[in-house]
């Protein structure tokens, strides 16, 4: 089956340039995740939607940072004037999301192949 | 005190080795928890569940000891193609997981 696609694979863009980065979940997945990947460090929770509710905004490093979901589809993630430490990888993962009920099967998210953006 | 610390390796080992590592969590309330593997330039895969009574899945086992709060990996009969980080994975809360930095294992032959 389809697992969760994002694009572009690879952006590269010259510092004070907006980008804008997009994933297509799992369908069915109603829990959507973006994260932070720098070279050789761990994921870096950015943001989350869950259905209907409002996003959880709380790891966006900065106001240049947003991100958008259409009902519980897809979901963009927009850096505006980009700047050379959002040189990374962004990866996105969905999940079934059936909280508050705490099970591995519900809480497993599946991640896409991420957005390598490299800001020169 | 990170969340979810991870000894970052390397590991190497050779064909055929078993190879065990750890993890600590600090919160002692998480109730999910998980072990991904990345591969190099890729995303994280789901590698196992952990659950309250260990399990084991073909060559992995893994087990949770939540009175100390760590998790443990281990892989026995090690092949070229486990080499890769390991990333620890723990629920924060209802939603939120936090990812340790990942232990790298080398498998050589």
């Known amino acids: 089956g389809a697992g969760v696609s994002q694009s572009p694979s690879n952006k590269v863009t010259e510092k004070g340039k907006d980008v804008e980065l997009r994933c297509d979940p799992i369908?069915?997945?109603?829990?959507l995740y973006w994260y932070r990947q720098r070279l050789g460090q761990g994921l870096e929770f950015l943001i989350y939607?869950?259905?209907?509710?409002?996003?959880?905004k709380s790891g966006l490093p900065s106001d240049r940072f947003s991100a958008e979901r259409t009902g519980e589809s897809v979901s963009t993630l927009t850096i505006q004037r980009t700047q050379q430490e959002d040189s990374a990888v962004y990866l996105c993962a969905s999940s079934l999301g059936d909280f508050p009920h705490i099970n591995p099967s519900t809480d497993t998210q599946y991640f896409g192949p991420g957005t390598r953006l490299t800001v020169l | 005190r990170k969340e979810v610390e991870q000894d970052p390796g390397p590991f190497n080992v050779p064909e055929g080795a078993t190879v065990a590592f750890n993890c600590t969590y600090s919160?002692?309330?998480?109730?999910?928890f998980f072990w991904y593997r990345q591969d190099c330039r890729k995303e994280p895969k789901l590698l196992m569940s952990?659950?309250?009574s260990g399990n084991e899945d073909g060559r992995f086992t893994a087990q949770l000891n939540r009175a100390s709060q760590y998790i443990s990996l281990l892989i026995r009969d090690s092949k070229l193609s486990d080499s890769a980080t390991y990333l620890c994975?723990?629920?924060?809360?209802?939603?939120?997981?936090?990812f340790g930095a990942g232990t790298t294992v080398t498998v050589r032959a």
């Open positions: 369908s069915g997945h109603t829990a």
């Open positions: 919160n002692s309330a998480s109730q999910s």
């Open positions: 939607f869950q259905g209907n509710s409002a996003p959880d």
């Open positions: 952990v659950y309250s």
């Open positions: 994975v723990v629920n924060r809360d209802d939603y939120k997981l936090s």
